[in-house]
């Protein structure tokens, strides 16, 4: 961990580009410490993936190292932004399913999963951009969740290239990893099967997209429309996903720079109209490690 650099907008900018996107609405401070999340998250999940080789020393290594040195960039990172450690230690424990865990089981395996490495960075953040009242939680899980599941849509077939299957093995019961990589050519049944499991992640993504939007209310006002609009922006891809009909796209699908304005523009008109829309809250998951601390 001695070779963490936090570089702020530096790594938001070039792997973040969806949020990075929407940080531009971001006062001065939220969007550096936001950036610093980013850089901090992005390190470790690059490690874990380094070389293909099992990094769960090296993890398990890291949360020791944080919890005993107050000295350490993360401990220092955390505190200043009064974020539980807990809350941390817990997307690292996600890193570390990634370690050993190629296959979801089911729908319940893939939104914890989905909650130890995303649904956990969406209290993380929520902290950064000002959130005090402890109701908010679970709609910045939620947000965490429904950025995840979009992103597990999208990147079925490199996840496959790196021997993991997200998408619950009960969605695609006749789909073995060989068909995700590549290495076998799907029959129409099976292509089928594919896109309609990525499309009904990306439906139930949505789901979780309105539980996020209905913890609006609890941000402050200065940082509330950046993360409707980078929430609108991610789940524009999903939308685009669906787009492209009824077959197993394998390519990555990105927003361009036209989606994305009208996106911005769009949330913009909308976000005036959230006190009328009055999104709800609707228990659609389990109870989540740590949620209430």
């Known amino acids: 961990m001695e070779d963490l650099k936090i570089n702020s907008t530096k790594d938001l900018k070039k792997e973040g580009k969806s949020f990075f996107w929407a ?34 020393e090296f993890l398990l290594d890291s949360i020791k190292k944080i919890k005993e040195n107050k000295n350490n960039h993360v401990y220092i990172f955390l505190s200043k932004n009064e974020i539980n450690h807990e809350i941390f230690f817990d997307l690292i424990t996600g890193l570390i399913k990634d370690q050993n865990q190629t296959k979801i089981k089911d729908l319940d395996e893939l939104i914890q999963y989905s ?94 997209y ?45 927003l361009n720079t036209f989606e994305k304005i009208l996106i911005t523009i769009k949330s913009i008109i909308f976000f005036f109209f959230i006190p009328i829309l009055n999104y709800k809250y609707l228990k659609i998951r389990k109870t989540l490690p740590n949620e209430d601390i």
């Open 23 to 56: 940080s531009f609405f971001l006062p001065k401070n939220s969007k550096i410490e936001a950036g610093n999340l980013y850089s901090i998250c992005r390190y470790f999940d690059n490690k874990a993936d380094e070389d293909k080789k099992d990094k769960t």
């Open 115 to 208: 909650y130890y490495v995303a649904g956990t960075v969406g209290i993380m953040m929520s902290k950064i951009i000002g959130v005090k009242k402890k109701e908010a939680i679970p709609s910045a899980i939620d947000l965490g969740i429904a950025m995840q599941m979009t992103n597990i849509a999208r990147d079925v077939y490199e996840d496959a290239q790196m021997h993991r299957i997200y998408l619950p093995s009960s969605w695609i019961s006749n789909i073995d990893l060989d068909i995700l990589s590549g290495k076998k050519k799907p029959n129409l049944e099976q292509n089928e099967c594919i896109s309609k499991a990525t499309h009904k992640l990306i439906d139930l993504a949505d789901k979780f």
């Open 210 to 254: 309105i539980n996020g939007f209905s913890g609006l209310k609890y941000i402050p006002f200065k940082t509330r429309l950046a993360i409707f609009i980078a929430a609108n922006v991610y789940r524009g891809i999903g939308i685009k996903i669906k787009s492209k009909g009824n077959y197993y796209v394998k390519e990555r699908v990105h």
